[in-house]
């Protein structure tokens, strides 16, 4: 079975309209001092994390509370 357990996204700062990067968002819960993520992803790979996965990923894509949003998404799988 496979499991969702990121996603790649393209994200645009707020303050920068226009800018725009790649970043890994992991869909396991941040563990304060964890050198990786419950997914084996090593945390300085880790932009964000959106432990409700693809549902709470989609909610950064709009209007959100964060300086930054999600403009596109690809979910990453694991065996």
Known sequence: MKTAIGATCEIEWKEEPGKTMYRYVSFAKWVD?????????ADEEIFFY????EKELMGLMGDSYEDFKVL???VQWKS
Not at 33 to 41: H, R, V
Not at 50 to 53: A, D, H, S
């Open 33 to 41: 001092d964890a050198t990786e993520d419950s997914f084996g992803i």
């Open 50 to 53: 959106c432990p409700g996965g």
């Open 72 to 74: 596109t998404y690809e």
